[in-house]
């Protein structure tokens, strides 16, 4: 089957760094999708990786090693409105997304 | 306003009520998307589409049945709601690339009774 894996809650400090991770076992692979949701409200798009290495957007970087089926979002320099739950979905062979259950990020001062 | 509009945002049904939740889109995008969100999952595809005539079963289509009756409008009926249907449910929208890149809809909290 298929499947994503991350963790289900993790906590930071405002100010600093925070990497959350993402393993995924899927029928094929057409790219790695972050999305970022905060409560209540709709996921908004954060990165995609297709090719393995590192993309980085102003404070939040990804990265993909797709021979270890491994993802990771680095969060730097964490402010409040960073608490959220942080999406990880993986385009399999037949370009559908499979998701993960999220990560809460919780944002202490 | 919103790119990807759906309404009600809120309903509140009892068991075996009709329910049809609505979604319109001026982003001019082909391909549109129903998910549930439940606690503690991911999200759940129910039924995409990716034109006007083409409509295609997600992995939880049991119970959801859709209509595409524009480009830009995607409806999504619930014939006989029961309470495990009680969910968060987006739309969805994505360009004609395979770059899989969703513009979601606010959401529509549902509550069956």
């Known amino acids: 089957g298929q499947n994503i894996d991350q963790p289900t809650e993790m906590t930071a400090t405002e100010g600093a760094i925070v990497q959350i991770n993402c393993t995924y076992q899927t029928s094929g692979f057409n790219g790695l999708f972050w999305y970022q949701q905060h409560a209540g409200e709709a996921p908004t798009f954060l990165s995609y990786n297709v090719l393995d290495g590192l993309e980085e957007k102003g404070r939040f970087s990804s990265f993909l090693s797709r021979s270890k089926g491994y993802s990771y979002l680095l969060l730097k320099e964490l402010q409040m409105k960073d608490s959220a739950s942080y999406l990880c979905a993986v385009m399999d062979s037949n370009y559908q997304l499979i998701w993960g259950a999220g990560t809460k990020l919780i944002i202490k001062p | 306003d919103a790119d990807v509009t759906q309404t009600p945002r809120n309903r509140i049904t009892k068991t075996g009520k009709r329910i049809m939740l609505e979604c319109s889109q001026t982003k001019g995008h082909d391909r549109m998307y129903w998910y549930r969100q439940d606690p503690g999952l991911g999200l759940q595809l129910i039924y995409y589409?990716?034109?006007?005539?083409?409509?295609n079963k997600g992995e939880i289509s049991d119970g959801y049945s859709v209509s595409r009756q524009a480009q830009a409008k995607f409806s999504l009926s619930l014939e006989s709601a029961i309470p495990n249907q009680t969910a968060l449910y987006f739309c969805?929208?994505?360009?004609?690339?395979?770059?899989?890149?969703?513009?979601f809809g606010e959401g529509s909290r549902l509550t069956v009774l």
């Open positions: 969805a929208t994505s360009g004609n690339e395979d770059t899989g890149e969703l513009f």
């Open positions: 589409s990716f034109d006007v005539k083409d409509i």
